[in-house]
C-alpha cells in the first residue's frame, strides 16, 4: 500500500511570495489532515477534511492560509502572503475515518527568507 | 487551551537501558492516547497507543503506562537500541482533534 505522498520536499520562498504545497493521501482513506510542525516543536492541526468538507480549521490562519480537497482526493494548502514565520515542515496525515490511525507524509519543508 | 506536556526534551540512554518520556495533560475529554516516532526527514508514525480504561499496555520492547487520575501517560522502552533513536511525540485526542507533545529527541549510545 503506498503511503501518504507530498510534493514539493523543499521551498525556499521570500516573505510576501506565494506558495503552495499538494498532497495525495493513501487510496481510500477518507480524513486527511495538513499539520505544521515547527523546529523542535510537535506538530500542530491547521485543517482536517472529511472527504471534500472541512472538520476543522479552527487553528488554520485564514487571512493568508487556505487549504481545498477537491473531489474528497488530493488536496493543496496554500499561503499567501508568506510569512518569516511561517518557516516550518508542512504535514499531510490521512486515515480511513475520524478517530482512526493517522499516517503521515515525508511532509514538505519551507524556509521563507 | 488543550495542551499536552512533554519531558524530557532530550534523553541519552546507553544500549540496552531504559528510555523513559512522560506526558501530562489537563483536557479530561482526551480519549486516545498515541505515540509517535518521528526520524529525521520523515513524518511521524504510529508507535503504540492507549485508551483511558487501560492502565498499560505493552507492545514487544515498547510499554504505555497510564494513570488517569493523575493525567499523565509515559512510554517506556525496554532494552533500548541505537536504531530507536528518534524523536518521539506523545499525542491525545479529544473529538476529531489530536494535540502532540513537544517532543523528546532520543538518542542511544552503543
Known amino acids: 500500500e503506498a503511503g501518504v505522498a507530498q510534493s514539493p520536499r523543499y521551498k525556499i520562498i521570500e516573505k510576501r511570495q506565494s506558495v503552495a504545497f499538494w498532497c495525495n493521501p493513501i487510496?481510500?482513506?477518507?480524513?486527511l489532515y495538513w499539520y505544521q510542525q515547527i523546529l523542535g516543536q510537535g506538530p500542530k492541526l491547521l485543517i482536517q477534511f472529511q472527504n471534500n468538507g472541512v472538520v476543522d480549521d479552527s487553528q488554520l490562519p485564514k487571512d493568508r492560509f487556505s487549504a481545498e480537497r477537491l473531489k474528497g482526493v488530493d488536496s493543496t494548502l496554500k499561503i499567501q502572503p508568506a510569512k518569516l514565520e511561517d518557516s516550518a515542515v508542512y504535514l499531510c496525515?490521512?486515515?480511513?475515518?475520524?478517530?482512526?490511525?493517522?499516517?503521515f507524509g515525508p511532509g514538505t519543508r519551507l524556509l521563507v527568507l | 487551551q488543550q495542551q499536552v506536556k512533554q519531558s524530557p526534551q532530550s534523553l541519552i540512554v546507553q544500549k540496552g537501558g531504559i528510555s523513559i518520556i512522560n506526558c501530562a495533560y489537563e483536557?479530561?475529554?482526551?480519549?486516545?492516547f498515541p505515540w509517535y516516532q518521528q526520524f529525521p526527514g520523515k513524518g511521524p508514525a504510529l508507535l503504540i497507543a492507549i485508551r483511558p480504561d487501560v492502565s498499560e499496555k505493552k507492545e514487544g520492547r515498547f510499554t504505555i503506562s497510564f494513570n488517569k487520575s493523575a493525567k499523565q501517560f509515559s512510554l517506556h522502552i525496554m532494552d533500548s537500541q541505537p536504531g530507536d533513536s528518534a524523536t518521539y511525540f506523545c499525542a491525545a485526542n479529544a473529538g476529531n482533534m489530536l494535540t502532540f507533545g513537544g517532543g523528546t529527541r532520543l538518542m542511544v549510545k552503543p
Open positions: 483536557n479530561t475529554a482526551f480519549d486516545y
Open positions: 496525515a490521512s486515515s480511513r475515518g475520524q478517530k482512526e490511525t493517522q499516517y
Open positions: 487510496s481510500g482513506h477518507a480524513t
